[in-house]
Structure formats: structure tokens, C-alpha cells
């Protein structure tokens, strides 16, 4: 054979292998794409079925950085560092293979720069060094988190100027990841990468030694010329040495981005899943009703709530009051099962809360909170959202009976028109009474308030009290206040105070009681007549 037909042979299997590489990339991408996709899609099928109140402490930039980043990096392992893989480990192999075929002292000259190599890169990445990685990527969770959430608070942190303090815990996360970054790429890494780089491109150094201790016998034997052709060609196929190592190292980095990644996903799979009943139970009427009920938030160690008891019935407004932290909103959040409670049972119609299907619970429970939420679409849209089958009518009477008719005037488009874009935004105000008039078309017999009115000025307060009167008339209503003068006319008020009970009865009861009420009623009068006085009225 001449050396043409040798190099036919080596053409075709160049070719070979990369079609044969271009196929396994075309199958790995589609793969990938595929899983990454999944991911998302289980993901957020997962989350859906989470307790509402697991997004009170799991912020969405957390979650959607989690999701996000475990699709990117499983997308690049199966897409990218798969094929490399296979690849990585053939070259490897045949390597090996090739470097002991011709001489095998010299092969083994080639390989220590190898084994010192995947010494130090076994250092980098494992033992001790694997859990400071791991913290490097929490810090990275961390940081998108607090990013995410700063952006969100922008036009808040801009109002009250408190630019420099609300950086402070963004600036602290992206401190926190630089050092973890910096102690991994600087502290850990430095000195063993410096280490593989030396050996690894210079792995011809380990040749000149094993070459000049086998020449005197080459010399005596004749075999000097086979001597001088061994060393050209290993001290030529060294330089492949570094390049399948290399291989092996990014290889490396993919299979530990993969395990981060499937850490991340199970973060989010290991949410807890709101448990469904195969017992479905319809409540008899709307009658809201506790008994000892005890919760506890995931990660805490002492009860939101303990032994709560008290009875909503039909057509009745109860209002919940007490000093900050006592377990108002943890009460509110259990009726439309926000959280399920740890002990005892929340019955809506003599039916555990537990034992009703989540839509038509839904449609039993309407609430409207200090923090609602307003989509990026039309006012109708959003409105309609509470009852997808209302016509325009029903909505343009819901916006009516939430006073928001002088709204609709002053709106290029009225109902039609798009919040949040091209400069139509609207005030907090004028939010809450859109919210009111969603709460209003869904007509649920119960009603849950958190405060509605906490960010209104004087006339949106005026005008969310009237649109309170058409969403609560002939309802159950469940009222969270901090402004005592707002839960005068309700037909109990419980006193909530460190997860308990403390009082209940009327206004005037609680007032002859002489109690908790009574001193939080003397404050909160105190506080209404407070003004400042002039400098002449002070003298």
C-alpha cells in the first residue's frame, strides 16, 4: 500500500466523523430544546399547584431565575457538552491507546502530565471545594432575586428617596456573589489551574528525561534512528494532550452545572402542593366558620395562629383587629385556603375548606387586598377576569357600583383602554376601585377585605367606602382593619392579639370592656386629632 490509499482512508474517516459529530449535535439540540422546555413547563405546572401564601415567601424573581437558569444550563449540557462528552472520552481512549502502542515509556512519560491534570481539576471541583460551589450558586440565586425585586421597588424608592438605603441589600447581594466568586476563581482554583495549565502545555518537558535515559541502549542496539522517530512523534502528539484535557475539564464543568441545575429544579418541584379532596363537599350557605385552628408557617417554629375559634354567620360583617403581627391576614388567608391550616378546621357551609374543590371555592370567596394587582391589558379584561363569560354590561355595572365611572372619563378608549402602556397609568387609589369592581361582577357570597383602603387619599377613601357597599351587601364579610373608625358598624370585632384571641363583642362592648380595644381605640383617636402647631401656638 502507498501512502495515497492511507490518506483516502484518513479522508473518509475525517468526513465520517463529522457527519457523524453534525448528526449527535442535531439530535442533542433537539433534546435539549425539548427538556429545557419541559422544565419550564413542569416547573410552572408545579408552582400552579402550590398554596397561594408560597409566593409570599418564595418572591417570583427567585423562582423564575431558578427555572430559568436550570433550562440554560441542562440546554447546554444536553446541546453542547454532550456530544463533547462522547467525544471527549473516544479521544481519550484512542489516546491512550496510541500513546502505548509505539513506546511505552514515552506513553507514560505523556500520561503523567494527564494524571497530574485530572488530579487538579479533581480538586477543584470535588470534596470540600464542590459545597463552596455550591454557595457561590445560592449567592447567584440570591443576587437575582434581589435584583429583580429592586427594579420592582423603583418608582416606590424613588417617591421616598430612599435610593442609597433600598440599594444597600441588592448592593450587599452582589457583593456577597462577587466574593464567592472571587475566593472560588482566585483563592481555590488559582494555584491548581496553574498547576494543570504548566503540565499540560508543556507535557513535552516530560519526553527530553525518558528520551535521554533510553539512548545509550538505543546506540548500542543500532535502534537510535527508531529513537529519534518515537520522539518526534510523541513529543508532536503531546500537543494533543492539553486539548483532550481541556475537553475532559469543560466536560467536567457541564456535569456539575447539570447536578446545580437539577438542585434548582428540585427546589422549585419540592413546593408544597395544595392536597385535593376525593370527598368534594359543597357548602350548605355562607357561613364562615373557625374552630381551633392552629398554622404555622413552613421554616417558623411558633404558631401565626393558636386555637382560634369564632363563627361569620350569613350576612354578617366581622371585623379582625389587633396589634401588628397578632394573625389577622394569617386568619383571612386561610378562608380562600392560601394555606391549609396546621390544626383544627376552617368550614365555609359546614364544609372543610379542604374538602371543597378549589374552583368552586373560588366562587365562594371573593377578597380585595392593600397590594392588588392590576394585569398589563384593558380595564374590561381585567375586570371580566373575575367572570370570563360577562358581557360588557355586566362589566361596565360592576364599574358603575365601584365608582369608576369618573375614571372611564378621563381614558382615551374608557374600558377599553390599556393600563400600564403609552402613559396610562392610574393612581393607587383609582387601582383598589378597579379591583373592587373585578370583586363585584364575581359575586361571591363571602367577601374577605385586607385593608383595602390603605393606600386611598381622602377621596378614594370616600369613594372605595361606597363601592364596599355594593360588594358587601347580603355577604358574608370578613374585614381586616387597622383603621378602628372603618369597623364601627361590623356586627363582631375580634381582637386578635400574638395568634389568640383576646377580646370579641361589639364596638361598645369592647369599649365597656375596658381592654386591648378600648386602649387601641384611645390611640387611634389620639392619633386622628394629632396636628402640628405653630411656633406661636407652642409658646
Known amino acids: 500500500m502507498d501512502i495515497t490509499h492511507y490518506g483516502w482512508i484518513a479522508f473518509i474517516f475525517a468526513f465520517g466523523g463529522i457527519a457523524i459529530y453534525f448528526a449527535g449535535l442535531m439530535c442533542t439540540h433537539l433534546a435539549a430544546f425539548r427538556t429545557a422546555s419541559n422544565i419550564r413547563k413542569q416547573g410552572i405546572h408545579h408552582v400552579m399547584d402550590a398554596p397561594l401564601g408560597y409566593f409570599d415567601s418564595n418572591a417570583s424573581g427567585l423562582i423564575r431565575g431558578r427555572l430559568d437558569a436550570a433550562a440554560a444550563d441542562t440546554e447546554t449540557l444536553l446541546a453542547h457538552n454532550l456530544a463533547d462528552i462522547v467525544g471527549t472520552i473516544v479521544l481519550f481512549i484512542a489516546m491512550i491507546v496510541l500513546m502505548l502502542v509505539f513506546d511505552w515509556r514515552m506513553g507514560i512519560a505523556c500520561l503523567l502530565a494527564a494524571i497530574i491534570s485530572v488530579s487538579t481539576m479533581a480538586f477543584m471541583m470535588g470534596g470540600r471545594n464542590a459545597k463552596i460551589m455550591a454557595e457561590y450558586q445560592a449567592a447567584q440565586d440570591r443576587m437575582t432575586k434581589a435584583g429583580t425585586e429592586y427594579v420592582r421597588g423603583i418608582p416606590v424608592v424613588k ?5 442609597v438605603y433600598s440599594f444597600k441589600a441588592f448592593k450587599e447581594a452582589i457583593e456577597e456573589y462577587s466574593d464567592k466568586a472571587e ?12 498547576i494543570n495549565l504548566t503540565f499540560t502545555e508543556g507535557a513535552f518537558v516530560f519526553l527530553i528525561p525518558v528520551a535521554l535515559m533510553l539512548a545509550p541502549r538505543s546506540v548500542a542496539d543500532g535502534n537510535f534512528v527508531s529513537l529519534i522517530t518515537d520522539f518526534a512523534f510523541y513529543a508532536v502528539f503531546s500537543a494533543i494532550v492539553s486539548t483532550a484535557l481541556a475537553r475532559i475539564m469543560f466536560a467536567s464543568a457541564g456535569m456539575i452545572l447539570s447536578h446545580t441545575a437539577l438542585g ?28 381551633n385552628v392552629s398554622f404555622i408557617y413552613p421554616g417558623s417554629t411558633s404558631p401565626a395562629l393558636s386555637r382560634v375559634s369564632f363563627t361569620a354567620e350569613p350576612g354578617k360583617t366581622i371585623a379582625l383587629v389587633g396589634p401588628s403581627g397578632g394573625g389577622k391576614t394569617t386568619a383571612a388567608s386561610l378562608i380562600p385556603r392560601f394555606w391549609d391550616p396546621t390544626e383544627g378546621v376552617v368550614e365555609i357551609g359546614g364544609a372543610d375548606v379542604r374538602d371543597i374543590e378549589s374552583k368552586v371555592l373560588m366562587d365562594h370567596v371573593a377578597f380585595v387586598f392593600q397590594n392588588g394587582h392590576l394585569f398589563k391589558a384593558s380595564i374590561f379584561d381585567n375586570v371580566r377576569a373575575a367572570k370570563p363569560e360577562a358581557t360588557r354590561e355586566d362589566v361596565m355595572s360592576a364599574l358603575a357600583a365601584a365608582q369608576c365611572l369618573d375614571i372611564l372619563e378621563k381614558l382615551p378608549a374608557g374600558m377599553d383602554t390599556v393600563i400600564g402602556t403609552e402613559g396610562t397609568y ?9 379591583i373592587l369592581a373585578r370583586a363585584i361582577l364575581k359575586d361571591a357570597p363571602i367577601v374577605v377585605l385586607d385593608e383595602a383602603t390603605a393606600f386611598a387619599d381622602p377621596e378614594n377613601e370616600v369613594l372605595i367606602q361606597k363601592a364596599f357597599s355594593a360588594l358587601t351587601q347580603g355577604k358574608t364579610v370578613i374585614m381586616i382593619a387597622h383603621r378602628l373608625s372603618t369597623v364601627i358598624g361590623a356586627d363582631k370585632i375580634i381582637v386578635l392579639s400574638n395568634g389568640s384571641i383576646a377580646e370579641e363583642g361589639s364596638h361598645q362592648q369592647l369599649l365597656e370592656y375596658n381592654g ?10 389620639k392619633a386622628i386629632q394629632w396636628k402640628i402647631s405653630s411656633a406661636k401656638e407652642v409658646k
Open 183 to 194: 475566593y472560588y476563581q482566585a483563592k481555590v482554583c488559582r494555584v491548581p489551574q496553574a
Open 426 to 434: 392610574l393612581s393607587g387609589g383609582e387601582q383598589q376601585r378597579i
Open 516 to 525: 386591648l380595644y378600648a386602649r387601641m381605640w384611645n390611640d387611634y383617636t
Open 159 to 163: 417617591i421616598f428617596q430612599q435610593t
Open 264 to 291: 434548582r429544579i428540585n427546589k422549585i418541584m419540592s413546593a408544597p402542593v395544595q392536597q385535593t379532596t376525593n370527598k368534594a363537599q359543597i357548602p350548605a350557605d355562607n357561613k364562615v366558620e373557625f374552630r
